[in-house]
């Protein structure tokens, strides 16, 4: 295992001559421990809130704290990544987060969930873009989509483990062991900010220049100015609008309308994920054989169409075993997706602006996702589960099929301009990051 020291190895433009192995593993750690005590924590508080009674009001509240400020900090958490030192960054949001999360599992009335479950999204909000912003600087450009697959496998387990350990332990514990150990968790970001040897930001961006002339301004890049890129994004985030009131509905389906346990709940939402971690891999050669980011967008609709339909199949299965394979093959196309998505956005961002890239993106598809929540929690409240998830399918696949042509002229004008080809090979400056989750 080699890498670069501090000081060595490193030219102007921040690409590594030689990849520090060393980084990459404490990161994907990082990012495996904090992945599970995020979604250990939500899968906990839907669980705690369901078995005491509380509505799809309550559980769709705790969703949207938890995803609002990952969407009105946007702007400024994306600069943060961009311009403050990243060790700084991740020591003091996971420390903050720790606090917080010990302080939640002791909280007992909704409004105080409420408020500290939006206090830790905060948090999240600065590491997401922090940690996705950080790994192209580790290794060198031959070495990202190694690099980048390691990361994407550790945040992927992370997700895949948490929500059925959340379910044996709200069973047998109730929901203060499981919030406590996602309190726990933070301290591996704490742990990953103090020991990498790869920092970004602050006075390590003002370096780069010698220290001779101004420090060099990051691009004007913004969203809109590239009509591919924001018709995908646009897409993806109308899609989730349409199918994530399934995030609400689904631990309602499960556990009143299946008459299943805790446990079988955290298996049913485990499928998902373990099925976007199989897509990821399985559907990784077919994005990179793919002629230009129009074919990719194109995957991109494919992939949301699949996921919908498998969400909207859910509303027939007897009982849950059925909804785990049904789920499974909806997270692959979830996977497919995410790749496809990644890779269009790696092509079209300057390195400068990646930081604000993934928090932009994250930005308008997590504000489509509450949207999905808020209907979700209204419709529930006089309507059965069951009917709601399949139409929860078939709102997805109406808006498929509504954005399909917009994006296809889109795509079809991208090609008009510039002869097709392969993907260039930028396309491996950026890692691959799983940042969406269309269905559970």
Do not use: K
């Not at 987060?97 to 500290?116: D, G, K, P, R, S």
């Not at 994530?244 to 556990?255: L, S």
């Amino acid at each position: 295992m080699s890498f670069a020291t501090a000081g060595t190895g490193v030219p102007e433009d921040g690409t590594p001559t030689v990849s520090r192995w060393r980084d990459v593993y404490l990161a994907a750690g990082a990012r495996a421990v904090s992945s599970c005590g995020d979604f250990l924590a939500a899968t906990a508080l839907a669980l705690a809130l369901q078995s005491a009674g509380a509505g799809g009001l309550a559980v769709a509240g705790v969703m949207l704290a938890a995803t609002l400020p990952l969407v009105l900090l946007a702007p400024l958490t994306g600069r943060l990544a961009d311009r403050v030192d990243s060790r700084t960054l991740l020591v003091w949001a996971g420390a903050g987060q720790a606090l917080v999360c010990a302080a939640l599992a002791f909280a007992e009335n909704t409004a105080v969930i409420l408020l500290l479950a939006a206090l830790l999204a905060c948090g999240l909000a600065v590491t997401q873009p922090t940690l996705a912003a950080l790994l192209p600087e580790m290794v060198r450009r031959d070495d990202l989509p190694r690099a980048s697959a390691i990361n994407q496998t550790a945040g992927s387990v992370g997700m895949l483990v948490a929500p059925a350990l959340a379910g044996l332990l709200v069973g047998q514990f109730g929901a203060r062991i499981p919030l406590l150990l996602d309190a726990g968790s933070y301290l591996a970001l704490i742990a990953a900010g103090l020991l990498l040897g790869t920092r970004r930001g602050g006075r390590r961006a003002a370096g780069a220049t010698g220290g001779t002339g101004p420090t060099p301004t990051a691009p004007a890049w913004r969203l809109r100015r590239d009509p591919l890129l924001w018709t995908m994004v646009a897409a993806i985030a109308a899609t989730v609008a349409g199918v994530g009131a399934v995030n609400v509905i689904e631990v309602f389906y499960v556990r009143e309308t299946l008459h299943s346990s805790t446990t079988m709940f955290g298996l049913v939402s485990a499928a998902w994920t373990a099925g976007m971690l199989v897509g990821a891999w399985l559907l990784a050669g077919t994005a990179r054989r793919a002629r230009d980011d129009g074919a990719l967008v194109t995957g991109v609709l494919a992939m949301l169409g699949v996921a919908c339909l498998l969400v909207g199949l859910g509303a027939t299965v007897p009982a849950a075993g059925w909804l785990v394979l049904l789920w499974l093959v909806g997270g692959v196309a979830n996977g497919g997706l995410n790749v496809f998505s990644n890779l269009v956005l790696a092509n079209r961002v300057p390195p400068e602006a990646r930081g604000r890239a993934f928090a932009a993106q994250g930005a308008a598809i997590q504000g489509a996702g509450m949207f999905g929540y808020l209907a979700g929690g209204i419709l529930l409240a006089g309507f059965p589960p069951r009917p709601l998830v399949a139409v929860t399918g078939l709102a997805g696949l109406a808006v498929v099929g509504a954005v399909t042509p917009v994006v296809l002229r889109a795509a079809r004008r991208e090609r008009a301009a510039m002869r097709p080809g392969p993907l260039p090979d930028r396309s491996a400056e950026r890692p691959v990051e799983p940042a969406v989750t269309v269905g559970s």
